[in-house]
Each structure stands twice: as structure tokens, then as C-alpha cells.
């Protein structure tokens, strides 16, 4: 390395000049990091001496920034973060630590909760990459087998692969309310299924299988969940959807629940599944997140 690193302020000194500036006393700042002020005030003079120049201009009992104060504030303010933050990381994060998890997730796991994980492993892991991609049914289960997933959020657990039960999604059929099954406004038979349109998700792994029952005569296949729920309220059909990604239209009365004789609702398990490489603790700790706020479902 070529840079000069024989920087002669310290990151010390940079905490007095910046807790100075807050403050605005040596008294002040002498109190908030727990010195005597003439430690406060040496640090400052030292400084002074080195750039050269004033810091702080005298004010009967506080101090002014002088010009060059105020042009150091934001950059110094930065250093000593970057500093801390890099101090805790390496503190956090032993050598044995993964530098990166790749996370493979079924879209039907409410997105709000796997921001809300991922921000909390952030937080508390700030030197791991996560590699989030996510897909429909059995993308996650071949993303496992072919060893590229460290972890995946699944509908079942793949043969030879371990895993724990993470939530489970509620799903229900459902119509525009100006679609022609559900203004019958009684129960319906699997014949009137039959006869009307069924909008499916199809899985988008490698064999591009479609998803759940597939009784209709006609049926429109769709890869994306949120093409599916367009579809169906623009009462081209029906279709089972899960119901936190539809409360919204739900409640505003542009999609309708249907009443079914032989089944309606269902719960599907999604499962949290480990990778078949040797799970580091970093895979562990994002998956004891994961499950914790799994359960919060």
C-alpha cells in the first residue's frame, strides 16, 4: 500500500474535536465522553497545533467553530463512525464467518417479514452479503439441490435436506365481485368451477409445473404472482391466492371469496430448509432470525 499512514491525529483526537463542535464548551464535551477539561483542552491544542490552525474561537464560557471547523465537521463525523463501525465488525465477525449467504425464498412468504429478518441480521451482521432470489414452488427446492442455496424458504422439504417449519400461508378462492361465479351468491359445486376460467401460477423451475388444482377446462398460466391477482381482478377468472398478498383488495371490495361445497380455504407449510454445504454460523444466525419473525405470522 502507498498511501502515507502515519496520520497524526488520532481517532481519539477527532472524537474530542467532533464532541466539541456538538457542544459547544470544553466543559460539555469534557463531561459527555467522561475526562477532565483540560484533557478536552489539550486534545484541542494539539490538534491546533498540528493542522496549524484555529479550531474554536473563544465565547465567554463555550467555544465557536472557526471556518475550518465547520469544513472538518462532516468528514471527521464520518471517519470516526467508519471507525467504530469497522472496530464492531471485526469483533462480530471471526474469520470463520461467511462472507456471503446466497437466501432463495418461495414469493408467497410475506415480503414484509423477510425485509423485517434481513433488516435485523444487517444490523447485527453488518459484514455479511446476502444474495436474495426469489421464485415460485420449486425454483427454491432445485436452487437446493443443485448446492446453490445456503438457505431456502420452501413449500416442503427436499429429500436428503433438513429444515424447519417457518409459517404457514393461508390461501382462498377468490373472484372479481362482478364475475359470473361469485354473483351466484350461494355455494359452489367443482362443475361451476369447471366452467369458468382458472387463472394458475406456474412454477417457474425447470419443469414449469402448474400449481394447485387445475380442475378448470380453460386456464390462463402465469408466472408472477402479482399477474395472476391482475388477472383475476380484471375478471378474466378465478383463482386461489394467498390472502395477505390480496387483503388490501379484500377490503376494498375489488376481489370476492368464494363459497365453496368441497374445499375452499387450505394452508400451505413453507418450510426454512439448510443447504446440503456445512451450515456456518452466519447461515444460523439468519435462520434463528428468520424462524423468530416466522412465527410472528
Not at 144 to 168: E, R
Not at 232 to 238: A, C, Q, V
Request: charged letters at 20%; glycine letters at 6%; hydrophobic letters at 45%.
Amino acid at each position: 500500500m502507498s498511501a502515507d499512514l502515519n496520520a497524526r491525529i488520532s481517532i481519539e483526537q477527532w472524537l474530542v474535536f467532533i464532541t466539541v463542535l456538538e457542544t459547544g464548551s470544553y466543559t460539555a464535551a469534557a463531561k459527555q465522553l467522561n475526562r477532565t477539561q483540560s484533557a478536552i483542552s489539550y486534545a484541542i491544542r494539539k490538534m491546533e497545533d498540528l493542522l496549524e490552525a484555529e479550531l474554536f474561537i473563544p465565547d465567554g464560557r463555550n467555544v465557536r467553530p472557526t471556518a475550518l471547523s465547520n469544513t472538518l465537521q462532516l468528514p471527521a463525523t464520518r471517519f470516526v463512525n467508519d471507525a467504530v463501525a469497522l472496530e464492531r465488525l471485526a469483533m462480530q465477525r471471526p474469520a470463520s464467518w461467511e462472507s456471503e449467504i446466497s437466501l432463495f425464498v418461495d414469493v408467497i412468504f410475506p415480503n414484509e417479514l423477510l425485509i423485517k429478518a434481513l433488516k435485523v441480521f444487517s444490523q447485527q451482521y453488518p459484514g455479511i452479503r446476502v444474495v436474495l432470489d426469489q421464485g415460485v414452488f420449486s425454483s427454491t427446492i432445485d436452487a437446493m439441490n443443485s448446492g446453490v442455496a445456503d438457505l431456502g424458504i420452501c413449500p416442503y422439504i427436499p429429500n436428503g435436506f433438513i429444515g424447519k417449519s417457518i409459517t404457514q400461508i393461508e390461501f382462498v378462492p377468490v373472484a372479481h365481485p362482478d364475475y359470473e361465479l361469485a354473483s351466484k351468491h350461494r355455494s359452489l359445486s367443482l362443475t361451476d368451477l369447471q366452467q369458468h376460467t382458472q387463472i394458475v401460477i406456474k412454477d417457474d423451475a425447470k419443469y414449469k409445473r402448474e400449481l394447485g388444482w387445475l380442475g378448470g377446462q380453460q386456464r390462463w398460466s402465469v408466472t408472477h404472482m402479482e399477474s395472476a391477482i391482475e388477472a383475476i381482478k380484471s375478471g378474466i377468472g378465478y383463482g386461489w391466492v394467498a390472502t395477505h398478498l390480496i387483503q388490501q383488495e379484500l377490503d376494498a371490495g375489488e376481489l370476492e371469496v368464494l363459497s365453496l361445497d368441497a374445499f375452499g380455504v387450505y394452508n400451505q407449510p413453507l418450510h426454512l430448509v439448510f443447504g446440503a454445504t456445512d451450515t456456518g454460523p452466519g447461515r444460523k444466525a439468519l435462520a434463528e432470525i428468520l424462524l423468530d419473525i416466522g412465527k410472528s405470522f
